[in-house]
């Protein structure tokens, strides 16, 4: 079967199509902009690449057309509208996944606000290390593995269950489609503010994933997020397994200790213990998250644990990308106010008191961009000692929003701006933190290159 993929160059997408090749079929593909590395990624795999949405597609003749959720009607996808036009048969990426690679197969997804595609590794990586081979599909590239995505052979499929829209066409959450054995509801907060109007929304369609879930399956549920509770209130027909409350609950799964070396505890009763080389709270939870999910499919703490000490994270979590003169340049994916706090939050209890934190973002995702959850900026660096925020397609006055920091933040208009200031105010033993979703303008290269300069 021929594959033609519109959007390719997203994580989702761009592993849509290496399991696609990798299951034999042929594989084209187009994008706005194709560039490494998902670009290089997926030629080596002997997938042709496309710049732009052209209408002259329709002579690849594919059997099939697999649209990505950044298609929309209209002017700019004008092989979108050709398709339409024609009659011709297309689907939208989770649809062609469920249908020809999670059919069959024990699906474990992993949902959430933050965190998702670090405890979809963690997952992977314990059911690898116990010898059951599992298929992944996560939006990153987990170090343990080099790869993305992968059909494996063993029964399991992990995959990252986003609860952003399908399609143009299917505007249900993409993790609607994947019809799980074992779920992770890891926290849940207002995002995507370019498509749920409010918290409320979001909860409905995690609870449509909770109907999908059989009676024989089991969901893991953190205990401390109110919205997830809610979420359970509505209706469960599972086994749900609550992890990560701070006092001692029979049956939940919880930690003691420091999130770098802790205890894992069901009740009141020892499991495991974990060490590893993770810091801050969030990835305690989320280590937590991936052990429950794990025991669904016969895989004890005590070996999750020792997966856990072997576990190497995702690239762009808290990765350092270089040092230059004793100061230390950091990419991590955090765009979400809260995951910002968290990052923050992390480093500021790894490194030494005397120590600064210099907070680099850009408020890139769509949500950031509308400016739903500015006020909440502050708040979210309050533990960095200066903060750095790129201007640059901004539709709202980020100067403004990040007032109350005082002469803590500076504010540029471009990343070469904010490189220039960086420069001038970094010194020895500094972390240079650099957050977004996106490239960031190359800003870590930059960094290093100016610092060395």
């Not at 405890?119 to 593995?145: R, Y």
């Not at 509770?229 to 799964?253: D, N, P, T, Y």
């Not at 590893?276 to 305690?284: C, K």
């Amino acid at each position: 079967m021929h594959l033609h993929i519109l959007g390719i160059c997203g994580t989702f997408m761009g592993g849509i199509a290496a399991l696609a090749r990798e299951a034999g079929h042929k594989v084209t593909g187009c994008d706005a902009n194709v560039y490494p590395p998902m670009s290089t990624q997926l030629e080596a795999l002997g997938i042709e690449l496309i710049e732009g949405f052209g209408a002259e597609q329709l002579a690849l003749q594919p059997d099939v057309f697999v649209i990505g959720n950044v298609v929309t009607r209209g002017e700019r996808f004008p092989l979108m509208e050709a398709i339409l036009d024609a009659g011709l048969p297309y689907t939208s990426g989770p649809q062609w996944l469920a249908e020809n690679v999670l059919q069959g197969r024990h699906v474990l997804a992993v949902a959430g606000t933050h965190g998702k595609t670090t405890t979809t590794s963690m997952l992977a990586w314990i059911l690898e290390h116990a010898g059951l081979n599992p298929g992944f599909l996560v939006g990153g590239v987990p170090q343990n593995f080099g790869v993305s995505a992968r059909l494996g052979t063993g029964k399991t499929f992990v995959i990252e269950a986003d609860e952003y829209d399908t399609a143009f066409f299917d505007k249900r959450s993409k993790f609607v489609h994947y019809r799980p054995r074992t779920a992770i509801l890891n926290n849940l907060e207002h995002d995507h503010a370019d498509i749920f109007p409010d918290l409320a929304a979001i909860e409905t369609q995690f609870h449509h994933l909770v109907r999908t879930v059989p009676p024989s399956g089991r969901l893991v549920v953190n205990a401390r997020e109110e919205s997830l509770q809610r979420v359970i209130a509505r209706g469960c027909w599972s086994e749900l397994l609550r992890f990560g409350a701070k006092k001692e609950e029979a049956g939940m799964l919880r930690a003691r200790g420091e999130p770098q070396a802790f205890d894992v505890l069901r009740g009141s009763l020892k499991v495991a213990r974990v060490e590893w080389g993770l810091i801050g709270e969030h990835n305690q939870l989320n280590a937590l998250a991936a052990i429950a999910a794990a025991e669904h499919v016969g895989v004890t703490p005590e070996q999750s644990a020792a997966a856990l000490a072997e576990f190497q994270n995702v690239r762009r979590r808290m990765e350092l990308r270089g040092e230059v003169r004793g100061i230390k340049v950091y990419d991590d994916f955090a765009h979400h106010p809260t995951a910002i706090r968290t990052t923050v939050n992390g480093l500021r209890r790894r490194i030494a008191p005397a120590e600064r934190i210099l907070a680099i973002f850009e408020p890139r995702s769509n949500t950031m961009k509308l400016g739903t959850m500015k006020a909440q900026l502050p708040w979210a660096l309050e533990e960095a000692d200066l903060s750095f925020c790129n201007q640059q397609g901004l539709a709202w006055d980020a100067k403004e929003a990040l007032a109350p920091l005082g002469a803590s933040a500076f504010v540029g208009g471009d990343v070469d701006a904010l490189v220039a200031a960086i420069v001038k105010a970094a010194k020895p033993g500094d972390h240079l933190l650099c957050m977004s979703n996106g490239g960031f303008g190359g800003i870590h290269e930059k960094l290093l290159q100016a610092l060395a300069g």
